[in-house]
């Protein structure tokens, strides 16, 4: 990149430094009496609130966290605290003033409304919804390698992922797996009119029997999760190792021609040495037409193309936040050459200049406000918007993508964090070792046609846990099952890649071999006319 490119990018990169520390000090403020107000871990951040009500009158507010659905009566002390972990479903109800957003919880119902318009209504259930089917994820590059092993199940994991009922359990645990959802109270005394019947964390879930109690069935995610970044690791060697096959070639196509070069001026060599032998072949010489000059090999321009798997597409589930300050679900998809923001109902751009070029994109800024962020852009005729905002749990990896993939096209994306924003390792293939799940087209994988989940086939008095986590080791093994794809058809292209270097390297060799011969009669011929 330029020197003028890069100062280009950098003034698109900035940004209101006073702003900034503004908002993280209120950021950090609203956290600060979340945590105190929820009793919460130290590492839980707010990520939006909002002035509502629950149904039967009671004014109050809603925090939206990582982990929690939170609400607090805005003039006494009752408050709900309802984990992300416990929620069975999300949905809504009408109401006779207003709608309400529905929290099912097991045998439990939480209603929110009186919301400050629709707008804020939407949003919130979007949010709520985004952030119980996709919990916040990141990866910690210390941890990376190695990633822990059924030998090794008490090492720390990359992936700080949170628990829900679609992915399961990842790390952050309140409460033992085995008492999920078998009773915790949401806060608050036992006096609170708003005790519902988790009750305590000692408390065993009536519903299920003594074996479903004690004996449950785990699924070996972490496992999967190793046999996909091995299976990623030979993937990457195997591309590696056809690249420097590559560059070999290119160094053999350069001594060949060179070689090609030599035997033809040893030919006009012999046509002189011919000529000063002989007088009639000296009159014949000039006599003669010119004969055809020996042929030179030129280089080939070798471009490797080992298939659109080597750089596989991605897509990540976000929410798009329109110019209207509106959060809408989104798919970011990542192709080739481009990221678009596609609506996963019509498989179509939210907004039709939403596709972007990687030569375009001149970073990502992390805000202060938890999983939210902008991809920067240059602007121009492609580019009407300076910004693409959006809120994404996968934060890290869609930075990390836009880092490496504009690095593929030689543009040196920036990423920058406003003060206060939570920060974290990019720049490295790894970050991106397990991709986030996709409700575009079912996954970011290529899905056999007419494929059956492997959970379907459990008996019915499986866990969704279980099924959650059966289905997640499914597509992953899938994902391995591309990376296997990707290899052989790098181990086609680098037998073929062998067979041409080794015919090549006899040639070189034959040329060689027949050029010291030719300087070596040259030689003899020139010591006779000397002596």
Known sequence: MSKKTSEY????????????????????????????????????RVIQDYASNMRGGLGGRL???????????????????????????????????????????????????????????????????????NPPSYVD????????????????????????????????????????????????SSEN?????????????????????????????GSAK?????????????????????????????????????????DKGDRLLRDIESLPAYIGHCLRKPSTKRPILTPKQRTLNIGKNAVPPMDIEILCKLPDDSLVPAILAFEEFTVSCIDPQTNTLVQNYMKYDYRDIAGVLVRARPEHGDIRLVPGKANPKERFRFMSSYLQIIANEICLRCKDVNNEAQ???????????????????????????????????????????????ASQQTRDDLDLVDQTLDQISNALGVIATVANKTSEVLDEQNEQIRRVNSKADA?????????????????
């Open 193 to 221: 009119p708003f005790e519902n019947s988790f009750g305590s964390t000692g408390s065993q879930n009536p519903f299920e029997s003594p074996q479903q109690q004690y004996k449950q069935t785990k699924v070996d995610v």
């Open 63 to 133: 925090y939206i966290s990582g982990n929690f659905i939170c609400w607090s009566a805005g003039f006494t002390s009752y408050t709900a605290k309802i984990p992300f972990r416990k929620v069975t479903d999300v949905t809504e109800e009408k109401g006779t003033l207003h709608n309400y957003i529905v929290i099912h919880c097991d045998q439990e119902k939480f209603y929110f409304g009186g919301f400050f318009g629709s707008k804020h209504y939407n949003e919130a259930l979007n949010l709520i919804k985004y952030l119980w089917q």
């Open 515 to 531: 050029a010291s011969e030719r300087v070596e009669n040259s030689n003899i011929r020139i010591d006779r006319l000397i002596h």
């Open 226 to 266: 190793e046999a996909l970044r091995l299976a990623i690791d030979a993937q990457q060697t195997s591309i590696d190792t056809l690249v420097l096959l590559n560059s070999q070639g290119e160094q053999l196509d350069r001594i060949e021609s060179g070689l090609d070069r030599i035997h033809a001026k040893m």
């Open 415 to 461: 990423i920058t964090f406003e003060p206060g924003a939570q920060t974290f390792d990019f720049g490295d293939p790894r970050v991106s070792a397990t991709p986030p799940k996709s409700t575009r087209n079912e996954s970011n994988f290529v899905r056999r046609e007419g494929m059956t989940k492997v959970s379907s086939l459990l008996s019915s008095n």
């Open 141 to 188: 590059l210390q941890y990376a390698k190695p990633l822990p092993t059924p030998a090794n199940t008490n090492a720390p994991s990359p992936v700080t992922r949170k628990s829900n009922p679609v992915l399961g359990d990842w790390g952050y645990e309140e409460e033992p797996v085995t008492q999920r959802r078998s009773g915790s109270n949401f806060g608050g």
């Open 9 to 44: 990018t950098s003034s698109v990169m900035e940004f209101d430094q006073a702003e900034a520390r503004k908002k993280a000090e209120q950021m950090s403020k609203k956290t600060s009496d979340f945590r105190t107000l929820f009793s919460v871990a130290e590492d839980e």
